[in-house]
C-alpha cells in the first residue's frame, strides 16, 4: 500500500499562484510516475501534469507555461506549482502515483481544492 498526502489548496484570485505539494509514504515502487488529476464538477478528471522518477515530465496543453511540476525523490515528494491561475483551474486536484512497471498499479491521494476566483 501506498499513503498520498496532498496539501497546499486553496482560494486565489485570477493571476496569483499556489503550490500544491504530496508525500508519498507506505511501499512506494520504483521506477513510477507521479503526477497530478484535477476534477472540475460536472466533468471528468484529467491530467494535469506527472513527472517520472528519471526526471521526465508531461503537461496538459492547458497549463502548458503556467504549472511547473517537480519532484524530490529523497523525500518521495512531488509538487506542482501553479502561476497565473485562471478561474478555470478551479478544480479538486489529485495526486498520483503509477507503477512503471508490471503489474501495473496506481494509489490516489484524497484531493485539495483550488478555487480561483474571478
Known amino acids: 500500500q501506498v499513503q498520498l498526502v496532498e496539501s497546499g489548496g486553496g482560494l486565489v484570485q485570477t493571476g496569483g499562484s499556489l503550490r500544491l505539494s504530496c508525500a508519498a509514504s507506505?511501499?512506494?515502487?520504483?521506477?513510477?510516475?507521479m503526477g497530478w488529476y484535477r476534477q472540475a464538477p460536472g466533468k471528468q478528471r484529467e491530467l494535469v501534469a506527472s513527472i517520472t522518477s528519471d526526471g521526465s515530465t508531461n503537461y496538459a496543453d492547458s497549463v502548458k507555461g503556467r504549472f511547473t511540476i517537480s519532484r524530490d525523490n529523497a523525500k518521495d515528494t512531488v509538487y506542482l506549482q501553479m502561476n497565473s491561475l485562471k478561474p478555470e483551474d478551479t478544480a479538486v486536484y489529485y495526486c498520483?502515483?503509477?507503477?512503471?512497471?508490471?503489474?501495473?498499479?496506481?494509489?490516489w491521494g484524497q484531493g485539495t481544492q483550488v478555487t480561483v476566483s474571478s
Open positions: 498520483n502515483i503509477d507503477r512503471l512497471r508490471p503489474p501495473r498499479m496506481d494509489y
Open positions: 507506505g511501499n512506494i515502487f520504483s521506477p513510477n510516475a
